[in-house]
Each structure stands twice: as structure tokens, then as C-alpha cells.
């Protein structure tokens, strides 16, 4: 859970996410609402508070949306409502996804690659 506080905030309606998220959507959330310009391809998580597609990955490949859950080692999607229309090669497609975050993960950690960014 987390909870964001802005007096600015104080005489709206509380703003209530309650698609799956993790802590690697923290930073991109909070540099959209402090306005702070930033590349969102180069950060594996998303403003919750856009459109983006909620994704929620772990080391294991296992990765929840808002359809179901995925759980790698048996190779198994479980919707999150059972007569819910999952649409055809979706488990497919974030399966891809995911492994894709976690290539690019693991190569900007293996090359430093904010180093070089924030050298230039």
C-alpha cells in the first residue's frame, strides 16, 4: 500500500488506484505529478495514474494485470474473473512483455547505463 498526500489534493475526491501495481511504478507516477520530464521507456514501471496497461512482474516471471494472474512455473493463467473474455494470444503477448522488461532490466544494470545517460 501506499498513500500520497498534496494539500493541493485536500478538497478533491481521494484518487483510489486499485488496478495491480508495484513500488517500480512509484517513480514514474511521482515524476508525472511533480511534472518532472522523463523518458518512460526507460523505466520498467508506469504512472499508475495513465492508461498504461497495469503490469506487475516478478524475478520469477510470474506477472499479474488487470485479467488474471500468470504463474510461470506451471505455465498457468488464472483470470481474475472467471467469465471474464481474455483476448486471443493475450497470455502470449505479456509473456513477451515481461521478458522484455526483464532483458532491458538486466541490461541496463549490466552496461550502467544511467551512468552514461546522466554523463551526457
Known amino acids: 500500500r501506499l498513500i ?6 485536500e478538497d478533491r475526491e481521494p484518487i483510489v488506484v486499485d488496478s495491480p501495481a508495484s513500488s517500480l511504478d512509484i517513480l514514474p507516477t511521482l515524476s508525472n505529478l511533480f511534472g518532472t ?3 518512460s ?3 520498467p514501471g508506469r504512472d499508475v495514474l495513465s492508461e498504461a496497461m497495469a503490469l506487475v512482474f516478478n524475478a ?3 506477472w499479474k494485470t488487470d ?3 500468470y504463474y510461470a512455473s506451471s505455465n498457468r493463467f488464472v483470470p481474475k474473473d472467471e467469465n471474464a473474455a481474455i483476448p486471443e494470444g ?3 503477448t505479456v509473456k513477451t512483455m515481461v521478458r522484455n522488461k ?3 532490466c ?9 551512468r552514461y545517460i546522466f554523463e551526457n
Do not use: K, P, Q
Request: hydrophobic share 40%; with cysteine.
Open 4 to 9: 500520497i498526500w498534496s494539500g493541493c489534493l
Open 37 to 39: 520530464e522523463f523518458d
Open 41 to 43: 521507456r526507460l523505466l
Open 60 to 62: 520469477n516471471y510470474d
Open 67 to 69: 485479467l488474471g494472474t
Open 90 to 92: 493475450y497470455v502470449e
Open 102 to 104: 526483464m532483458r532491458y
Open 106 to 114: 538486466a541490461g541496463v544494470l549490466d552496461t550502467d547505463y544511467f
